[in-house]
Structures are given as structure tokens and as C-alpha cells.
């Protein structure tokens, strides 16, 4: 409450709508702006102050909140997910949205997302460009095999996808000149799209390995599990570690049971799976590799330990003997893998953070 007036913004790409309250005079003033960040700076500014803007995450980014902090306005952007609406409430415009934001700005009821620095912003863009890649070459991977197997055709020489799985798919012809045109095309497209993800694996090793993100990536590399890709999109989506804490972590990247639970009775479900979905797969994927026996510790693992500092050297040897026990414990239970795995993953979560969370203490990242 020590603002003199709040605004809310419903931002579009062509147009924006605005409405700033008063808290003094109670004065609701609504405004059509064009969708100018420089114009609506303009606007904000001549309000009384101090001023505080609020505006939904979306598409349109974080450019606007970069511009209105740089001008000395405090901007937050606000987590569609956790705004609150009145259940009967069954009008939904852009001026009345503009308005709702304001007045849960008046109200301190804002649950802001973080906004990353330009810097961490592009990476991020990298690495889920990387992401989109990896799904594009399953899909066009299962086209080839699928198209293969419903004429009969099944690859037998062991892994698939290998180099010589590769030079048995190019042996394969079809005396129909529209099925070959078929078969080649899909071939080629995972082939392309496997040269792509080639070339962005490159591209994130190489700004992996930069004095901005190195010091964090091979801190979480002593963790099973955790690759360079895998350090480096934990340590872009999540960002500042130092804003959780290793109960918190679990929670914002959606691997806590979810609960209704009334008077007496208490009834836990499926995990909630909101926060960051791209993190949480990783962490899902990296679990299963903890269900491995950690008895003689890799090549491997032994570089990755050579390269970070001591104090995330000792911490990534207890997670790893942790992780695996967790696993023992639900494998002699016989609980179903598929949930002990993100039972795991929740508190391998806990133990990225009790590796990134001092190394960031140490050495925080500043926008660029």
C-alpha cells in the first residue's frame, strides 16, 4: 500500500488497454493505448505517483516490464495461473481484465513470474528451441518406422537410429514410385531434422561452457543424470535458484502430490504438474538414470567432479548415493517405477538446488 496508483495493463499485440485506480482519491481513469512500449511508458509516467504497473505473462514478453523498470516505474508480471477471479464473475473484456489486474495490485493479491535478463532470455529461446527440435525428430522418427512396419518391414540388427540402422534404411526400396516418394521424404526429414538438433547441441554446449552459466552447470553436472544439456536448461528455466529453497523447488516445478482434502478426511492425488514443464521433464528424465547401482563411481562422473569445486564434488557423491537408496527403498516396497521416478525426481530437485543455490550466492548473475 505505499503506491499512489495502480495499473493494469491487458496487453495485445496490436493494442493495449489500461486502468489505473487511485488509492487516494479513488479515481478510476481507463485508457486505449496503441501496443508502443515507448507510449504507454509515456502514459504511465504522467500518472500520479508512485506507480505500480501490472501486466499479464504472455506472448508479447518481457520487453515492456524491461522498459517501465529502466524508467524508474516498478512493473510486475503476474502469473495468469495464480490470479484470482470471482467464480461468478462471467464477463470477461479487456477493459474489465485491465481493471481486475489493477485492483489486485491495490490489494497486494499479485503472484509475480520473474523476469529474466536479456541475456538469460536468449538462452532460454536456445534451449527450447532445442526442445521443439528433439520432439519434431520422435515424431518424424515414428513416422519412418511406422511407415516401414505397416508394410512389413522390421529392423533387427539392434538399436535403432544407430549408423547402421541408418545405412539399413537407405537399402530399403518400394516398387510403388508413390510409396518410395513417401519413404524417402520421411527419411529425409528426420535426417534434417537430426542434423538441426545437431547443430543447437553445439550451440548450447558452447554458451554452456561461458563464465555466465559455467560455474552452475558444473555444479548440477555432478549429479547422474544431469548432461551439459540437462545443466543448462535446468539453470536457464529456473534462473535465480537463490529465490527457493529445497522444500519450495519441488513445488514450483509442479512434482508435489496434489491434495482435496476436507474436515477429517485428507485425499492426495496425482502430482499437480504446473510451474515449468520443460525443468520438470528434465528432472523426470535425469531420475531414472539414479536407479542404476552407484557402487563404482564412472569415468565419466570422475571428469565431470574434476572440473567443478570441491564443496559440489562432496555434495554431488551424497546426492548420488541418496538418489539410489531412495530407489532401493521404493523398489523393495514394489511400487510402480513410473511413480517412484518422480518421487525421485522431486528430491533430486532439492538436490540441484542445495548444488546451484550457493554457486549462484557466489557469483549472481546480473541482466544483461
Not at 523426470?284 to 569445486?309: C, F, K, L, Q
Request: with cysteine.
Amino acid at each position: 500500500m505505499n503506491k499512489r496508483t495502480y495499473v493494469g495493463l491487458d496487453v495485445h499485440a496490436r493494442s493495449v488497454k489500461g486502468c489505473a485506480i487511485d488509492r487516494e482519491t479513488g479515481e478510476i481513469l481507463r485508457q486505449s493505448l496503441a501496443a508502443n512500449d515507448a507510449g504507454i511508458a509515456e502514459w504511465v509516467s504522467a500518472l500520479p505517483g508512485p506507480v505500480l504497473v501490472v501486466y499479464e505473462a504472455g506472448p508479447t514478453g518481457f520487453g515492456l516490464a524491461r522498459l517501465l523498470t529502466a524508467s524508474g516505474i516498478e512493473c510486475l508480471v503476474a502469473a495468469p495461473s495464480k490470479l484470482q477471479r470471482p467464480s461468478g464473475d462471467r464477463i470477461k473484456t479487456d477493459v474489465r481484465d485491465a481493471e481486475h489486474l489493477a485492483r489486485l495490485a491495490l490489494l497486494g493479491q499479485i503472484s509475480p513470474v520473474r523476469v529474466p535478463g536479456r541475456a538469460d532470455e536468449a538462452a532460454r529461446d536456445l534451449v527450447r528451441a532445442r526442445e521443439d527440435v528433439r520432439a519434431d525428430l520422435m515424431r518424424a522418427r515414428h513416422r519412418v518406422s511406422k511407415l516401414l512396419l505397416r508394410h512389413g518391414l522390421i529392423y533387427s540388427g539392434g538399436q535403432g537410429w544407430t549408423n547402421a540402422h541408418h545405412t539399413w534404411l537407405h537399402r530399403q526400396h518400394f516398387d510403388n514410385p508413390a510409396l518410395q516418394a513417401a519413404y524417402e521424404a520421411s527419411v529425409e526429414t528426420a535426417e534434417l531434422t537430426l542434423d538441426r538438433r545437431d547443430r543447437l547441441d553445439a550451440k548450447i554446449t558452447a554458451l554452456a561452457a561461458t563464465d555466465r552459466y559455467a560455474p552452475v552447470v558444473h555444479a548440477l553436472m555432478c549429479l547422474r543424470g544431469i548432461s551439459v544439456l540437462t545443466a543448462l536448461g535446468l539453470a536457464v528455466e529456473i534462473g535465480d535458484w537463490n529465490r527457493f529453497t529445497g522444500n519450495t523447488i519441488g513445488a514450483y516445478l509442479g512434482l508435489v502430490p496434489s491434495e482435496h482434502s476436507s474436515g477429517a478426511s485428507r485425499s492426495q492425488g496425482g502430482i499437480t504438474k504446473t510451474g515449468n514443464t520443460h525443468a520438470r521433464r528434465l528432472l523426470v528424465e535425469a531420475a531414472w538414470h539414479h536407479r542404476r547401482p552407484y557402487n563404482n563411481v564412472s569415468r565419466d562422473m570422475r571428469t565431470r567432479w574434476g572440473i567443478a569445486d570441491e564443496a559440489s564434488r562432496v555434495r554431488g557423491h551424497q546426492g548420488n548415493y541418496r538418489l539410489h537408496r531412495k530407489w532401493e527403498q521404493f523398489e523393495a516396497r514394489h511400487k510402480r517405477r513410473v511413480i517412484a521416478n518422480v518421487a525421485v525426481a522431486r528430491e533430486l530437485a532439492g538436490w540441484c538446488w542445495s548444488l546451484a543455490a550457493p554457486v549462484q550466492k557466489e557469483q549472481p548473475w546480473t541482466d544483461e
